[in-house]
Protein backbone atom coordinates (compact mmCIF):
# COMPACT_ATOMS: atom_id res chain seq x y z
CA UNK A 1 0.00 0.00 0.00
CA UNK A 2 1.68 3.16 -1.43
CA UNK A 3 -0.91 5.43 1.02
CA UNK A 4 -1.93 7.19 -1.79
CA UNK A 5 -5.72 6.65 -2.54
CA UNK A 6 -7.72 7.18 -5.74
CA UNK A 7 -11.88 6.76 -6.15
CA UNK A 8 -13.64 5.57 -7.57
CA UNK A 9 -12.14 2.46 -8.96
CA UNK A 10 -13.75 2.00 -11.82
CA UNK A 11 -15.88 4.49 -13.71
CA UNK A 12 -17.63 3.68 -16.74
CA UNK A 13 -19.59 6.82 -18.69
CA UNK A 14 -20.72 8.14 -22.11
CA UNK A 15 -19.51 10.12 -24.97
CA UNK A 16 -20.01 14.27 -23.98
CA UNK A 17 -19.97 13.48 -20.40
CA UNK A 18 -17.63 15.01 -17.78
CA UNK A 19 -16.56 12.94 -14.77
CA UNK A 20 -14.25 14.04 -11.62
CA UNK A 21 -11.28 11.40 -10.22
CA UNK A 22 -10.13 12.09 -6.86
CA UNK A 23 -6.59 11.34 -5.34
CA UNK A 24 -5.59 11.78 -1.76
CA UNK A 25 -1.64 11.98 -1.46
CA UNK A 26 0.28 10.47 1.63
CA UNK A 27 0.57 11.84 4.20
CA UNK A 28 2.95 15.20 4.03
CA UNK A 29 3.19 14.67 0.79
CA UNK A 30 2.86 18.39 -0.99
CA UNK A 31 2.82 17.21 -4.86
CA UNK A 32 0.74 15.28 -6.54
CA UNK A 33 0.91 14.32 -10.38
CA UNK A 34 -1.40 13.10 -12.78
CA UNK A 35 -0.76 10.19 -15.52
CA UNK A 36 -3.23 8.79 -17.91
CA UNK A 37 -2.29 4.93 -19.47
CA UNK A 38 -3.55 3.68 -22.34
CA UNK A 39 -2.71 0.85 -24.70
CA UNK A 40 -1.32 2.76 -27.34
CA UNK A 41 0.05 5.91 -25.61
CA UNK A 42 1.99 4.40 -22.34
CA UNK A 43 2.48 6.34 -19.26
CA UNK A 44 2.02 9.95 -20.57
CA UNK A 45 2.40 12.39 -17.52
CA UNK A 46 -0.65 15.32 -17.67
CA UNK A 47 -0.14 17.72 -14.57
CA UNK A 48 1.35 18.28 -11.27
CA UNK A 49 0.83 20.10 -8.27
CA UNK A 50 2.44 21.50 -5.50
CA UNK A 51 1.35 22.73 -2.07
CA UNK A 52 -1.85 23.99 -4.51
CA UNK A 53 -0.30 25.54 -7.22
CA UNK A 54 0.02 24.02 -10.70
CA UNK A 55 3.92 23.13 -11.01
CA UNK A 56 4.04 21.54 -14.37
CA UNK A 57 2.25 20.52 -17.49
CA UNK A 58 2.37 17.96 -20.04
CA UNK A 59 0.31 16.21 -22.36
CA UNK A 60 -3.28 17.74 -21.02
CA UNK A 61 -6.02 18.33 -23.47
CA UNK A 62 -8.02 21.10 -22.90
CA UNK A 63 -10.71 19.62 -21.91
CA UNK A 64 -8.79 18.17 -19.07
CA UNK A 65 -8.37 20.22 -15.65
CA UNK A 66 -7.11 19.87 -12.49
CA UNK A 67 -6.56 21.33 -9.12
CA UNK A 68 -5.49 21.10 -5.77
CA UNK A 69 -7.13 21.82 -2.58
CA UNK A 70 -5.74 23.20 1.13
CA UNK A 71 -6.09 19.87 2.27
CA UNK A 72 -3.43 18.76 -0.76
CA UNK A 73 -6.29 16.24 -1.90
CA UNK A 74 -6.30 16.45 -5.87
CA UNK A 75 -9.18 16.29 -8.17
CA UNK A 76 -8.75 15.77 -12.20
CA UNK A 77 -12.06 16.98 -14.26
CA UNK A 78 -12.29 15.13 -17.53
CA UNK A 79 -15.32 16.93 -19.94
CA UNK A 80 -16.59 16.08 -23.29
CA UNK A 81 -15.49 12.80 -22.95
CA UNK A 82 -14.37 10.84 -26.20
CA UNK A 83 -14.00 7.16 -26.29
CA UNK A 84 -10.04 8.01 -26.89
CA UNK A 85 -10.40 9.23 -23.38
CA UNK A 86 -10.79 5.66 -21.78
CA UNK A 87 -8.04 4.55 -20.37
CA UNK A 88 -6.09 3.89 -16.50
CA UNK A 89 -5.42 7.12 -14.40
CA UNK A 90 -2.93 6.99 -11.98
CA UNK A 91 -2.35 9.77 -9.35
CA UNK A 92 0.67 9.96 -7.51
CA UNK A 93 2.69 12.38 -4.98
CA UNK A 94 6.01 13.28 -3.55
CA UNK A 95 7.66 14.32 -0.38
CA UNK A 96 11.34 16.19 -0.20
CA UNK A 97 13.55 13.49 -0.32
CA UNK A 98 14.74 12.98 -3.54
CA UNK A 99 11.28 13.21 -5.29
CA UNK A 100 10.56 9.87 -5.65
CA UNK A 101 6.96 9.17 -6.57
CA UNK A 102 4.35 7.09 -4.65
CA UNK A 103 1.83 6.10 -7.20
CA UNK A 104 -2.68 5.21 -6.11
CA UNK A 105 -4.26 2.25 -7.51
CA UNK A 106 -5.66 4.17 -10.30
CA UNK A 107 -9.24 5.11 -11.64
CA UNK A 108 -9.78 2.56 -15.05
CA UNK A 109 -11.96 5.13 -17.10
CA UNK A 110 -14.41 3.98 -19.94
CA UNK A 111 -16.02 5.93 -22.29
CA UNK A 112 -18.48 4.16 -24.34
CA UNK B 1 14.58 17.77 -23.10
CA UNK B 2 15.35 14.42 -20.86
CA UNK B 3 14.07 10.95 -22.86
CA UNK B 4 14.38 7.54 -21.60
CA UNK B 5 14.69 4.61 -24.02
CA UNK B 6 14.01 1.01 -22.83
CA UNK B 7 15.01 -1.55 -25.43
CA UNK B 8 13.05 -4.31 -26.11
CA UNK B 9 8.57 -3.67 -25.38
CA UNK B 10 8.46 -7.35 -24.67
CA UNK B 11 11.14 -9.21 -23.22
CA UNK B 12 10.31 -13.59 -22.72
CA UNK B 13 13.12 -15.21 -20.21
CA UNK B 14 13.04 -18.43 -18.74
CA UNK B 15 12.17 -19.38 -14.73
CA UNK B 16 15.66 -19.00 -13.15
CA UNK B 17 17.58 -17.25 -15.97
CA UNK B 18 19.02 -14.14 -15.78
CA UNK B 19 17.01 -11.09 -16.34
CA UNK B 20 18.68 -8.21 -17.73
CA UNK B 21 16.05 -5.31 -18.96
CA UNK B 22 17.77 -2.43 -20.63
CA UNK B 23 17.28 1.69 -19.71
CA UNK B 24 19.05 4.45 -21.45
CA UNK B 25 18.53 8.32 -20.61
CA UNK B 26 19.50 11.66 -21.58
CA UNK B 27 20.10 14.49 -19.24
CA UNK B 28 22.54 17.08 -19.59
CA UNK B 29 22.32 16.79 -15.26
CA UNK B 30 23.29 14.04 -13.05
CA UNK B 31 19.93 12.55 -13.07
CA UNK B 32 18.16 10.38 -10.73
CA UNK B 33 17.21 7.48 -11.60
CA UNK B 34 14.51 5.45 -10.91
CA UNK B 35 12.61 1.62 -11.88
CA UNK B 36 9.27 0.92 -11.13
CA UNK B 37 7.54 -2.48 -11.43
CA UNK B 38 3.38 -2.69 -12.32
CA UNK B 39 1.69 -5.55 -11.70
CA UNK B 40 -1.52 -6.02 -13.84
CA UNK B 41 -4.37 -4.06 -12.69
CA UNK B 42 -2.42 -2.49 -10.30
CA UNK B 43 -0.15 1.41 -9.94
CA UNK B 44 3.67 1.23 -9.88
CA UNK B 45 5.69 0.09 -7.28
CA UNK B 46 8.96 1.70 -6.68
CA UNK B 47 11.81 -1.00 -7.15
CA UNK B 48 14.94 1.31 -6.55
CA UNK B 49 16.58 4.16 -7.36
CA UNK B 50 19.62 6.01 -8.05
CA UNK B 51 20.38 9.53 -6.31
CA UNK B 52 23.96 9.80 -5.60
CA UNK B 53 27.02 7.53 -3.94
CA UNK B 54 27.48 4.07 -4.91
CA UNK B 55 26.34 3.33 -8.52
CA UNK B 56 25.06 -0.43 -8.14
CA UNK B 57 22.02 0.02 -6.50
CA UNK B 58 20.09 -2.96 -4.80
CA UNK B 59 16.08 -2.97 -5.04
CA UNK B 60 13.11 -5.10 -3.49
CA UNK B 61 12.60 -8.80 -4.95
CA UNK B 62 16.02 -9.29 -5.89
CA UNK B 63 16.42 -6.74 -8.67
CA UNK B 64 19.61 -4.73 -8.73
CA UNK B 65 20.48 -1.60 -11.02
CA UNK B 66 23.77 -0.11 -12.26
CA UNK B 67 24.27 3.34 -12.86
CA UNK B 68 26.57 3.80 -15.60
CA UNK B 69 27.51 7.69 -16.45
CA UNK B 70 29.71 6.79 -19.32
CA UNK B 71 26.84 5.01 -20.80
CA UNK B 72 23.96 7.09 -19.79
CA UNK B 73 22.68 3.18 -19.06
CA UNK B 74 20.61 2.43 -15.77
CA UNK B 75 20.11 -1.13 -16.85
CA UNK B 76 17.63 -3.48 -14.44
CA UNK B 77 19.04 -7.09 -13.50
CA UNK B 78 17.94 -10.10 -11.31
CA UNK B 79 20.06 -13.50 -11.33
CA UNK B 80 17.35 -15.93 -12.02
CA UNK B 81 13.91 -14.77 -12.50
CA UNK B 82 10.98 -15.95 -10.59
CA UNK B 83 7.52 -16.59 -12.16
CA UNK B 84 5.93 -13.77 -9.94
CA UNK B 85 8.02 -11.27 -11.72
CA UNK B 86 5.89 -11.47 -14.77
CA UNK B 87 4.88 -7.67 -15.16
CA UNK B 88 5.72 -4.14 -16.94
CA UNK B 89 8.61 -2.61 -15.79
CA UNK B 90 9.52 1.44 -16.26
CA UNK B 91 12.45 3.16 -16.00
CA UNK B 92 12.34 6.87 -15.41
CA UNK B 93 14.76 9.89 -14.76
CA UNK B 94 14.50 13.24 -13.52
CA UNK B 95 17.12 15.58 -12.67
CA UNK B 96 17.55 17.09 -9.73
CA UNK B 97 16.82 20.50 -10.99
CA UNK B 98 13.80 20.19 -12.33
CA UNK B 99 10.45 18.97 -11.53
CA UNK B 100 9.22 16.59 -13.93
CA UNK B 101 9.45 12.83 -13.94
CA UNK B 102 9.76 11.36 -17.57
CA UNK B 103 9.22 7.60 -17.79
CA UNK B 104 10.38 5.31 -20.34
CA UNK B 105 7.68 3.26 -22.49
CA UNK B 106 8.32 0.39 -20.88
CA UNK B 107 9.16 -3.05 -20.85
CA UNK B 108 6.47 -5.95 -20.35
CA UNK B 109 8.28 -9.14 -18.62
CA UNK B 110 7.18 -12.64 -19.59
CA UNK B 111 8.56 -15.69 -17.40
CA UNK B 112 7.85 -18.90 -18.86
CA UNK B 113 8.40 -22.71 -16.91
Known amino acids: DSGVTQTPKHLITATGQRVTLRCSPRSGDLSVYWYQQSLDQGLQFLIQYYNGEERAKGNILERFSAQQFPDLHSELNLSSLELGDSALYFCASSGQAYNEQFFGPGTRLTVL | AQSVTQLGSHVSVSEGALVLLRCNYSSSVPPYLFWYVQYPNQGLQLLLKYTTGATLVKGINGFEAEFKKSETSFHLTKPSAHMSDAAEYFC???????????FGPGTRLSVLP
Open chain 2, 92 to 102: AVKDNYGQNFV
